[in-house]
Nanobody, 121 residues
């Protein structure tokens, strides 16, 4: 069974840094794009950053220049380095990936369980 497991959230002061990690596990044949989204109560989940299997990145305007997404294809992991954090970055961060499981031929969208990031002012 394929699953995504996040780690690295926590509490940090404004201006600080955190690094989120997400590992895909299970019987995986291929992974397409991987990315991070975030959500605060009462609002829609929003894109933070994505990284295609070919290395193309896409960032929300609000995090450009502060956040960096990277992936380790050999370990089926994706990371989000978050620098110069601001209180408005406070949210639950979710890992997302398009995964083709073994013995299948279609990519399915998977989500992690979420990890809380809290930035204090």
């Amino acid at each position: 069974q394929v699953q995504l497991v996040e780690s690295g959230g926590g509490l940090v002061q404004a201006g600080g840094s955190l690094r989120l990690s997400c590992a895909a596990s299970g019987s995986i044949r291929s992974i397409n794009a991987m990315g991070w989204y975030r959500q605060v109560p009462g609002k829609l989940r929003e894109l933070v950053a994505t990284l295609s299997s070919g290395g193309n990145t896409n960032y929300a305007d609000s995090v450009k220049g502060r956040f960096t997404i990277s992936r380790d294809n050999a370990r089926n992991t994706v990371h989000l380095q978050m620098n110069n954090l601001k209180p408005e970055d406070t949210a639950v961060y979710y890992c997302n990936a398009g995964i083709m499981a073994s013995r299948t031929q279609t990519y399915v969208n998977y989500w992690g369980q979420g990890t809380q990031v809290t930035v204090s002012s």
